[in-house]
């Protein structure tokens, strides 16, 4: 029994010093806070000094900010000349090819044929042509008539009183003024049926196959006024000459078009670039009407954008940009504006406006569609007095103010600003080049 209260006694005592031990600790904490708080209770506390910067020269410049995408500078849409089977497809999307190169090819046998029918009937018109004028330009100045036969001796004329026309044979006496008016026609002559010969060496105006003021005897197949074969006719017929010249013609336009059609069936590359689409594959049928291969001219890449209308009215063609891609965030490539849509989209109750603008140089490996972030320029002074945006508050039209420090603490200034761009504004009065300006409250 004693024992137990022995050790009963012992336990209480233990956690009464480790109490008493606390406790004590706990004064001494208190104490020393109290002390620090004596000292230094009665003096205030330093002020924070707030940021400043110098106002200084420099660019300020005003952007406008969106996104777009990558496109080819030209696109091409090529088909074929003409229907028929692919036989050969010789790309696929992605490709850079060649102008000039082949792209894809159809089955051309009934194309060469065409060509080689339409090659003969063409050479067939061309001979037969070159034979009707060899015919037409045989010579008739010794006695052969336009009708190809001899053409008989001319008689004299002569007119008697009466006013009756007189015949002799060639050589023979002029027949007295009481002979009979008689008529001899020249055999093989194509004029009008019972008109009379031309006199010798005079001649009727407009008379005779060897056209005005010429005789009979010098005749052929003349082409002046007046003659028979004059508009075009022979014997009462189409000129054969003529008519050999039209078949030349209409053979030479359809030999024309079966080489065209024979040329379409190839699709080359007009231009260098790099193919975007192919719309079938070897084996398929297609038609003239369609696009077989869509090419992009990679190497004129531009950059497609919209701008809301607040931002549009600012853009014009010429100005500076800088295009950032995904790909490379801290290469800042440059661009110039070279179209602004005259017309708006809306989309809800947002109009925007399409903008393209092309890289003064094309980035390497740049990827057709691919997303880029687009800053045009629209405002820009390159030698200005400048302090950052951020320290000019109040900016009402040219006027603002800005807070200078000084040696009782600091001041408000009121400037007369410019330009107000994305990190800096233009300061033209109130302030001189070295001042300092807190660069934000």
């Known amino acids: 029994m004693g024992i137990g209260l022995d050790w009963l006694r012992r336990i209480v005592g233990s956690r009464r010093a480790r109490w008493i031990a606390v406790g004590a600790g706990a004064l001494v904490v208190l104490l020393g806070s109290a002390s620090a708080y004596a000292l230094t209770g009665d003096r ?3 002020p924070g000094r707030a940021a400043t910067a110098r106002v200084d020269r420099g660019e300020v410049a005003l952007a406008v900010a969106t996104t777009g995408t990558l496109r080819p500078g030209q696109t091409r849409s090529l088909g074929f000349g003409t229907s028929g089977t692919v036989t050969e497809v010789r790309v696929h999307p992605g490709d850079q090819v060649s102008a000039g190169q082949v792209l894809a090819v159809l089955d051309d046998a009934d194309a060469r044929d065409r060509v080689d029918s339409a090659q003969r009937a063409y050479d067939q018109a061309r001979a037969d042509r070159d034979a009707a004028e060899r015919a037409g330009s045989a010579p008739s100045g010794s006695g052969r008539g336009s009708g190809g036969g001899r053409v008989a001796p001319v008689a004299a004329v002569a007119r008697t009183p009466n006013g009756t026309v007189g015949t002799a044979p ?3 006496p ?10 001899t026609p020249t055999p093989g002559r194509p004029g009008t049926p019972g008109a009379s010969a031309s006199p010798s060496r005079t001649g009727t105006p407009g008379g005779g196959s060897g ?6 005897g010098g005749g052929g197949t003349g082409s002046g006024p007046g003659c028979a074969g004059a508009a075009g006719q022979s014997g009462g017929g189409t000129d054969p000459i003529l008519r050999a010249q039209q078949r030349v013609n209409s053979t030479g336009l359809a030999l024309d078009q079966a080489k065209q059609a024979l040329a379409g069936t190839t699709i080359t590359a007009p231009v260098a670039g790099r193919v975007l689409a192919v719309a079938g594959a070897v084996g398929s049928g297609v038609s003239p009407a369609g696009t077989f291969v869509t ?10 954008a919209r701008f809301p209308e607040a931002d549009a009215g600012r853009l014009a063609t010429g100005l500076a940009a800088t295009v950032t891609l995904p790909d490379r965030p801290d290469q800042e490539f440059p661009a110039r504006v070279t179209q602004v849509d005259p017309v708006g989209t809306a989309s809800g109750q947002m109009v925007t406006y399409g903008v393209l603008l092309d890289f003064d140089q094309v980035p390497a490996d740049a990827l057709v569609g691919q997303s880029a972030n687009v800053r045009v320029t629209v405002q820009s002074v390159p030698d200005a007095l400048r302090v950052p945006s951020s320290a000019v508050h109040g900016a009402t039209g040219a006027a603002g103010t800005v807070l200078v420090p000084t040696a009782a603490g600091s001041e ?6 410019g330009v107000r761009g994305d990190r800096y504004t233009e300061i033209t009065a109130g302030l001189a080049e070295g001042d300092q300006v807190v660069a934000n409250w």
Do not use: E
């Open 44 to 46: 205030p506390a330093a």
């Open 170 to 172: 060639p050589g023979g």
């Open 174 to 183: 002029t027949p007295s003024t009481t002979a009979p008016a008689t008529t």
């Open 211 to 216: 056209g005005p003021g010429r005789d009979a």
């Open 295 to 304: 090419l992009g001219d990679v190497a004129a890449m531009a950059v497609s």
């Open 412 to 417: 408000r200034r009121q400037v007369t600003v």
